[in-house]
């Protein structure tokens, strides 16, 4: 409640100071005889444009959640080892997305596939990132949704050219007091194990690492990114009440045993943004049709572009 409260008081601070800027910019309108105060006019109508542009932005993330952290998952689809490069490029996109807008970034939880390919490579089957920051969830909660890429594969000896898909999940950061959720000890299944890295080198020699499930829904979460179980445990708690809290809003607080939803396929026909690199260099979102052919200095995090147009889209 304080924080809400501290970030309302900010944001209406922010508008009044708007205000007294565009007031100011209109008295020197009225004295810009010479050209010093006419550049010095054009300079702050220039500046203000920007601050309104930001406020403006802020204005598509009023969501309940919207202004806090978020729960950013990645799972390789279909596409075999190249799929799981493939969710790999996406986790050091969203990293260096992340990096570049000032949140903090933590992976809570890695699994590998098989080591092989050109280079020593070792694809990611899954992945889940823990991003702290004002409007965290709100600025990458579109970012939802299947991500396509098309390339020569770099994992074929024919040079043929290839398909594979990646989910993305974006979900907001619960706080375990929120009223709605009540999960009950008996209701869940707590495992250790050891903490794994690529190749299957261990990361530590300890069962630090843990895995919850929850009976009622058969939701399993795990964290293995701390050093100490009880760490990891409060972490993998976070992730449960964050996915139970999507589930409900899914389905509007229907039975748990009915929570499901409508599975996403992670396949061809259900994707939200096309990444191709061959034939032609191009990334398309399906849902704003932005391209942007410097496919590069998308996957280096430079995901702006997008991400202004998408918050803009109605709710679902």
Not at 84 to 105: E, H, I, N, P, S
């Amino acid at each position: 409640m304080n924080t809400e409260l501290a970030n309302l008081k900010e944001e209406v601070s922010a508008v009044r100071l708007l205000e007294r800027e565009l007031s100011d910019l209109k008295e020197i309108e009225k004295l810009s005889t010479g050209e010093s105060l006419q550049a010095e006019l054009e300079k702050g109508v220039d500046n203000l444009e920007k601050k309104v542009k930001k406020e403006e932005f802020r204005a598509y993330l009023s969501g309940k959640y919207d202004g806090g952290n978020a729960i950013l998952s990645i799972y390789s689809g279909a596409g075999g080892q190249d799929a799981q490069d493939w969710a790999t490029m996406l986790l050091r996109m969203y990293q260096r997305y992340c990096q570049k807008k000032g949140f903090g970034v933590k992976t809570l939880s890695q699994s590998f596939g098989e080591a092989g390919g050109p280079d020593g490579r070792i694809g990611t089957k899954a992945a889940i990132l823990e991003i702290k920051g004002r409007y965290a969830y709100g600025i990458l909660r579109r970012e939802s949704g299947v991500h396509r890429l098309v390339r020569i594969s770099p994992f074929s000896s024919k040079k043929l050219r290839h398909t594979s898909f990646a989910l993305v999940e974006i979900l907001p950061e619960i706080s375990e007091s929120i009223e709605e959720i009540n999960i009950r000890a008996e209701d869940l299944k707590i495992e250790t194990f050891k903490a794994s890295g690529p190749g299957g080198q261990y990361v530590q020699k300890t069962e630090s690492a843990v895995r919850i499930t929850h009976l009622a829904t058969g939701i399993v979460v795990s964290c293995q990114s701390e050093r100490s179980q009880g760490q990891n445990k409060e972490q993998a708690m976070k992730l449960l009440y964050s996915k139970i809290y999507q589930l409900m809003e899914q389905e509007k607080v229907k039975e748990l045993e009915k929570i499901k939803g409508k599975r996403v396929e992670v396949e061809w026909g259900s994707q939200i943004r096309s990444y191709v690199v061959h034939p032609y260099k191009l990334v398309k979102d399906l849902r704003t049709d932005v391209e942007i052919s410097n496919i590069e200095d998308v996957l280096d995090g430079n995901l702006d572009d997008f991400i202004n147009e998408e918050i803009k889209l109605p709710n679902d």
